[in-house]
């Protein structure tokens, strides 16, 4: 017992040494006492190392075992290489470069807002975008000084993105003066009441692009807007 107890202390202070807080010998051991849970490639290697300096001169280790241990080093520093790789990868998958951002400027898209402007054959186009199905869609669009000028039903629809497209008269057929006009949506199932959002279509006047972070585009009407928050580009 007394040399069980000795093989065990030995045993701990090399781990100690090592910077590894060796975890309880208890049958069930908490969570707090577990120390570190993993293994990771600078413990392995200080542990292979120690191994080495510490083996019995009169018994060394195997040399089929130490090629076993050098192979799971090498896996285990390659889990780690490839890991950083996939990383990187799908860090540059999901942001926007300075070439995507600027290829933008000059052209119209749709993304949330509400402020529309009057597109050049007359009128303006926009899309509501719906988290569940309606039964009632209506999309209401007022002049510059606030007053509601046309109501559009879009009636039963889907769940997703539904457009529309207003000529820019009013309910008589009288020409509207220019905007900018004020979208406001509003979606119901029965008498629940369904999340709706304005899309509308806006010009790309320029593209921001901060030394740290990503780029962002200054909309005309909307300020400025995350290349990830555009639903379409003309």
Excluded: C, H
């Amino acid at each position: 017992m007394t040399t069980t107890t000795a093989a065990n202390s030995a045993f701990d202070s090399t781990l100690a040494n090592l910077g590894i807080n060796r975890t309880s010998t208890s049958a069930n051991p908490t969570t707090a006492s577990l120390g570190k849970s993993t293994l990771g490639q600078s413990d392995f290697l200080r542990l292979m190392t120690a191994q080495m300096k510490n083996q019995d001169p009169f018994s060394p280790v195997d040399n089929t075992q130490m090629v076993a241990q050098m192979a799971q080093f090498s896996s285990v520093a390659g889990i780690s290489e490839m890991n950083q790789s996939l990383a990187g990868i799908a860090a540059k998958l999901g942001s926007t470069s300075t070439a995507d951002a600027m290829g933008y400027v000059g052209r119209t898209v749709l993304t949330k807002g509400t402020t529309a402007y009057e597109r050049t054959s007359g009128g303006i186009a926009g899309a509501v975008e719906l988290q569940s199905d309606a039964t009632d869609v209506n999309v209401s669009i007022a002049d510059k000084d606030g007053n509601v000028v046309r109501n559009i039903q879009l009636g039963e629809t889907k769940a997703g993105t539904a457009s529309y497209s207003w000529d820019g008269t009013d309910g008589a057929g009288n020409k509207i003066a220019n905007g900018p006009y004020k979208v406001s949506v509003e979606a119901a199932k029965g008498s629940v009441i369904v999340p709706a959002e304005s899309l509308v279509w806006a010009p790309v006047e320029s593209a921001t692009l901060p030394a740290n972070g990503q780029p962002v585009l200054n909309v005309t009407g909307l300020g400025e807007v995350a290349p990830s928050a555009i639903r379409k580009v003309a």
